[in-house]
């Protein structure tokens, strides 16, 4: 794999693991990796503007998910939205009062728990249908009025628990004795009480709040990049299948194709994740946290003594990924190995055409164990 590449891949990793509020802490370990021909360092570099893209053989209807399960249309989502909008009004009533009895911060809850299922049902619709419509600005467009929608639920649910941190350890204990309430809502709230030492005052809060707009555009500028920006000419679900082709030649120019505008855009990237990585310390230093990687690990209470563990188990135990990798090139009869050949598979494969239908049973069965009424949900 030639420099070039290997530094677009860590900055794509690194960019995506940002995003999604990983802290890397840990040392690279380098490998011995052989260095690419001339003629491939070359082709990288090269832009095929002048390329047309050809017409897609994929065929999208038997692939695309049906959101109409979700909403019927567009139209609707955007009905359900204003709906949406009104009802968390009835939370906000709670605001300053959701602690004043156990009848109180049970009502509070429950119409949380039924708003969430709500917004998360609005965002999956328009979160998806972006995804099968990647260049479309209507869909980002809601998108982006989805997030102002849930900005505002999410400082209303903020200040509830803010009410229940100021909450004295008697006075929790005595909502928390209550079955009703520790049964359905002691998981959460006994994580909201975790991280009571790192909550600010209501001033502070405001406007931590207020910032994200801010904090926030690193990840938004990717995802446009990544989106709108990144010319292509294949799509995402042609590219899995082509990298996992027999045709070694057909998998390196799917490579290329979509690693190239990373490589001819390396230095954007690299600031937009700096700015991720400020923004992580910035927001780890105003909550007191001892590093970003503390302050995302705690809300699934870890701490970096595991995270530390897990690279140093990784980094101990490469061996075995050292020796796959030097039996899938022996196995592929190859001279050099790159990134593009680690998908192709290493024996026959089987061609099961699996319509959703079809897959759907097969999941529901596998799923059997666990009771009739969690595979029901799939249907």
Known sequence: ??????????????????????????????????????????????????????????????????????????????????????????????????????????????????????????????KLKKDINKNSYKYLDMTEEMGKVYKDYSRICSDLELEILKLSDDEYDKIISNNKINKKYGMYLSDIRRSKKHYLDDKSENILSNVSNISSLPSKIYELFRNMDKNTNITPAEYASIIESGARQDRKDAYQNEFIAYNDNINTLSGLLVGQVRKNIFYASERGYDSSLDMYLSSDNLNTKTYDKLIETVNKNTDSLHKYVSMRKKILKLDKLYYYDMFVPIVDPVDLDINYEKGQSIIYSALSPLGKEYGDILY
Not at 32 to 42: C, H
């Open 1 to 126: 794999m030639n420099k070039n590449v290997n530094k677009v891949i860590i900055t794509l990793i690194l960019s995506i693991l940002c995003i999604f509020g990983i802290n890397i802490k840990s040392t690279l370990k380098s490998s011995e990796v052989e260095a690419n021909n001339e003629d491939a360092i070359e082709a990288m570099n090269t832009n095929d503007d002048d390329e047309k893209k050809e017409e897609s053989k994929f065929d999208y209807a038997k692939a695309c998910w049906n959101l109409q399960s979700l909403y019927k249309s567009d139209d609707a989502w955007k009905k359900e939205l204003k709906s949406f909008v009104k009802d968390t009004k009835e939370l906000k009533n709670y605001v300053g009062k959701v602690t004043k009895s156990k009848t109180h911060i049970t009502f509070a809850l429950d119409i949380k728990e039924k708003l969430d299922i709500r917004a998360n049902r609005l965002y999956a619709y328009v």
